[in-house]
């Protein structure tokens, strides 16, 4: 079994969403019931869901300044998993209504980013 190397193992996700509960309430339908922090524990992946602290309020409309990040370690999942998993969360969130970036070193490996 392959193993995930350091490029596939970690990916957030930045999500126009209102904020940190709403957008994992709407995850717990997903994933189920959220563990302790807005975290969430699909086998073989951390799901973090958190405040963007880098976020400057009344800047222009930029990915950088949503308000939410989605932060997601692969652990040891293999490289190709970790590539479909963060597609296919990222279709989630973009049919739930949600603008979506992803940032990470596979980040050329997932579906083009959705800014309008």
Not at 27 to 55: C, E, L, Y
Request: glycine residues 6%; charged residues 25%; proline residues 5%.
């Amino acid at each position: 079994m392959t193993v995930t190397t350091a490029a596939y193992r970690e990916c957030s996700l930045y999500v126009d969403a209102d904020d940190v509960d709403a957008l994992t309430a709407t995850m717990a339908s997903w994933f189920g019931p959220v563990q302790r922090f807005h975290r969430f524990a699909p086998a073989g992946f951390t799901i973090d869901v958190v405040k963007n602290g880098r976020r400057l309020p009344h800047q222009p409309d930029t990915f950088i300044d949503w308000s939410v990040i989605v932060e997601i370690d692969a652990g040891a999942t293999p490289d190709a998993e970790a590539v479909r998993f963060v597609t296919e969360l990222m279709g989630l969130l973009r049919s739930a209504g949600r603008r979506v970036v992803a940032v990470c070193d596979f980040e050329d490996e997932l579906p083009q980013t959705d800014l309008d």
